[in-house]
Structures are given as structure tokens and as C-alpha cells.
């Protein structure tokens, strides 16, 4: 009688969840203006446990609210005036890369018969539609651009809070019990302590933290004096997750920045600006090698394993490609077949081999072209925020199974596409570096030829 009453407890919570939630996307649907879907997508990302709530046939929360913006969007776009771009033939080519990838994939899901059962298949194919090839159709994105970055700094402020008190107590006080509820604790491994927030493993959330580390210092480097606490949140935040891959990525997005400016403008390097931010980089590192915040994890026997893990899988990938003939096994095949193969000792911990591997050298070629055509595109337009957020999301997902296990992430993925394609506000107006308003002046010029 007892279980029976629970049971339909259960069910009457459930279905009041459901009607909650669908109430929440009809209002976004009809209410919500369109300009701030994308930032909602961005917090319902953040925020709710994608690890205990999951999908429905590939739609997580995130890419359902993309959906819903692409829809309203296109239908209003023959009143919209969209805006001319030095970099539209750019867009055409990730445009194009995105379709491709998601082309090849539906080719392979309908005439391919799968290697093993993976009903993963077609869910990965509708996320993958859904949060990125579509979102790419919207032209004028500028607007939206900027809602999602003004709603990044504080959801990364915010975010780094809790996560720095997570990491202090050793414990997820907020989500853990979530996940635990549902069956699906959160990661726990090795000697150190990491945080993972709501994202239910630290390498998830490191993603989050350097993809928003990434933007706060293209912001910070073009002149916004109000990036500067976000960017110490992001920092603190990325620290808590104890990631290697992580700050490998935060690294490779604040180097693209400098670079691009120190190419651009090669004076650049005498300027206050670029000084402080490699000394801010020197500091950083040394106060982290200081404190020993990495020392503690890489020492342990999880980190040793993680590392030799990632280079054990070469010889599988490869195999598992030629058998293919490299034309791929299926979308989300990728982890199945590398379970399968090496006797359940490996999943594919690299998102570009994952890629390889389900969707071949069409899918990989396809996925590389989008990212390179809209750093291209972002770069022509003089915006270093979402060069550098894409420069950070894509070096994150190379250290794990990403692109095809976390299906969640392709709404990241959208978000960040749709702040490569609009203006991320990366010419500062009223900043407060008064003196140094020429050199940035210079820098967009520059930029832009």
C-alpha cells in the first residue's frame, strides 16, 4: 500500500512538473521577446541539471527555447532588415558545415544499419538540428548577442560563488541530492575534490567557465572596465573544477586574443593594455603553481589514468575508422563501439575522434568547417569575444566525450554560434580607460581590414 502511494505520488509530481514546464515554454513562445530567448536557452543550460532532467527525444531544455527563437525569429524575418557583413561568405561556409555534418549523419541513421543498438542515434541527429544547424539561419543576431552577454557575466559571477563554496565543502549541497534522487550520482573520483555545480562533472563544467573566461577577457582587452570581476569569476569558477583540459582551453582563448591583436596592430604590444594583460597571465599561472591548485590533482592515480586513457584510444580510433571505410558507423556510435571494442575498459574521451569514428571524415570535415568559418567570420568582424569563446569551447571538447555523449552542450554550442555571428559589444562605449580609447579605436580599425 506504501509503495503504491508513493508511486502515485511520483506520478502526480511528475505531472505537475510537465505542466509546469510546458506552461514555461508556452509563455516563452508567445511572451517573451524574441531578442532574450537565446540568454534564457544560456541559463536553462546553466542551470538546470542536464545530468538528472536529461532530454526528450534530444530536446533538453536549452535547445528547446532555441527552437522556439529560431521559429518566432523567421517568422518576423521578411520584416527584419538584416545587416551586411564582411563575413558572409564565411557564414555561408559554416552554414554549409553545419548542414553537411547534419546531412551525413541522417544519411548514415536511414541507410546505414547500426554496428550495435544505439538508440542515441536519432536523438543526438534532432539536438544537433535543432541547436545549431537552424540557429544558424537567423541572420541579425545582434541583439541577441548581446542579451546572452549580459546575462553570461552574471550567471558566471553567480555560478563561481557557488561552485567556490562546493569546492571549500566538499560537497554539492544544491544538485547532489538532485542527481542521487534520480539515480544518477554525480562524478566522484580521485583524492582531490572537484566541483562540478550543476553540470554533474567537472569537465562540463569547466567547458561552461572557460568559454565564459574566454569572453570576459576579449571583453576586458577591448576595453570594458565592468569585465573585470567577471573575469576573476570565470577564473575561480574554471580553478574549482580542478581541469587540466579546462584551463588548457582558457589558455588557448586569452592567447588568440593576444595574438589577433598583436598581428593586427604590431605596436599593440607597447600599449598599457596588452602589458597588463600578459602580465595578468604571468600572475595568474604563478599564483596557481603558488598555491598548488593543479599539484594536488595531478598527482593522483584518477589523473594518471585519465591521461594514459586518452592515449590508449589512438590505436582503437583508427581501427574502428578504416573498418568504416572512413565514412563513419552512425551519429552517437562513437562511445558504444569504443566500449564494445576494447572489452568496456574505454569510452572516446576526444569529440573530434568521437566524430571521426560515428560520422567519418565527411562528419569530421563538416564539424571542422563550421568552426574555423565562424572564427574566420568572427575575426573579419573585429569580434574578439566570440572568437575567443569559440576558441575555448573548442579545445575544452577535445579532452572528453563531449559533441556526442553531453547532447545538452549543442545549446552552447548554438548560444556561442549565434555571439560569433552578432556584434558581442566588443567596442567599448563609456569605457573607463579614458586613455587608452585610441589604441582600441586603432585596434577595431585595424581589425576590420
Request: positive net charge.
Amino acid at each position: 500500500m506504501l509503495l503504491v502511494r508513493g508511486a502515485h505520488r511520483i506520478g502526480v509530481l511528475g505531472s505537475a512538473a510537465a505542466l509546469v514546464v510546458l506552461s514555461l515554454f508556452v509563455l516563452m513562445a508567445t511572451k517573451v521577446p524574441a531578442r532574450f530567448l537565446p540568454a534564457v536557452a544560456l541559463v536553462l543550460y546553466v542551470l538546470v541539471p542536464q545530468q538528472a532532467v536529461g532530454y526528450l527525444y534530444g530536446v533538453s531544455a536549452g535547445t528547446g527555447v532555441l527552437a522556439i527563437w529560431v521559429v518566432r525569429r523567421l517568422f518576423r524575418a521578411s520584416s527584419d532588415v538584416t545587416r551586411a557583413s564582411s563575413g558572409s561568405v564565411w557564414l555561408f561556409a559554416a552554414r554549409a558545415g553545419a548542414v553537411s555534418v547534419s546531412v551525413w549523419a541522417a544519411v548514415l541513421f536511414v541507410a546505414a544499419p547500426p554496428a550495435v543498438p544505439n538508440p542515441l542515434a536519432r536523438d543526438w541527429l534532432v539536438s544537433f538540428t535543432l541547436s545549431i544547424v537552424i540557429v544558424l539561419l537567423v541572420r541579425d543576431v545582434h541583439d541577441e548577442a548581446r542579451a546572452v552577454m549580459a546575462v553570461l557575466r552574471w550567471l558566471t559571477i553567480l555560478l563561481a560563488v557557488a561552485m567556490l563554496i562546493e569546492f571549500v565543502a566538499s560537497a554539492n549541497l544544491l544538485y547532489e541530492p538532485l542527481y542521487s534522487a534520480v539515480g544518477r550520482p554525480s562524478f566522484v573520483a580521485g583524492s582531490a575534490y572537484r566541483a562540478h555545480g550543476s553540470f554533474g562533472h567537472p569537465l562540463y563544467a569547466a567547458t561552461f567557465f572557460a568559454t565564459s573566461l574566454g569572453g570576459a577577457f576579449a571583453q576586458w582587452f577591448s576595453g570594458h572596465a565592468n569585465s573585470r570581476l567577471w573575469l576573476v569569476a570565470a577564473l575561480v569558477g574554471l580553478l574549482t573544477t580542478l581541469s587540466r583540459g579546462g584551463l588548457a582551453a582558457a589558455v588557448a582563448a586569452v592567447a588568440v586574443v593576444l595574438a589577433v591583436g598583436a598581428t593586427a596592430i604590431p605596436y599593440v604590444t607597447r600599449s598599457a593594455k596588452y602589458v597588463r594583460a600578459v602580465a595578468l597571465g604571468v600572475g595568474a599561472a604563478a599564483a596557481m603553481l603558488g598555491a598548488g591548485v593543479l599539484q594536488g590533482r595531478i598527482g593522483t592515480e584518477e589523473a594518471t589514468t585519465s591521461t594514459q586513457v586518452r592515449s590508449d584510444i589512438v590505436p582503437y580510433v583508427l581501427k574502428l575508422a578504416v573498418d568504416s571505410d572512413y565514412l563513419g558507423w552512425g551519429p552517437a556510435a562513437a562511445d558504444k563501439l569504443m566500449i564494445s571494442l576494447s572489452g568496456g575498459a574505454y569510452p572516446l574521451e576526444n569529440s573530434y575522434l568521437q566524430v571521426l569514428v560515428s560520422l567519418g571524415l565527411p562528419g569530421l570535415a563538416g564539424l571542422v568547417l563550421l568552426f574555423v568559418s565562424l572564427a574566420v567570420h568572427a575575426r573579419k568582424v573585429r569580434n574578439l569575444t566570440g572568437l575567443a569563446m569559440l576558441c575555448a569551447f573548442s579545445v575544452a571538447i577535445a579532452g572528453y566525450n563531449a559533441i556526442e555523449t553531453l547532447l545538452p552542450l549543442h545549446a552552447l554550442l548554438g548560444v556561442i554560434s549565434i555571439v560569433c555571428i552578432g556584434s558581442a559589444g566588443d567596442d567599448p562605449k563609456g569605457s573607463a580607460d579614458k586613455a587608452e580609447a585610441p589604441v582600441q579605436g586603432r585596434v577595431s580599425e585595424h581589425l576590420n581590414q
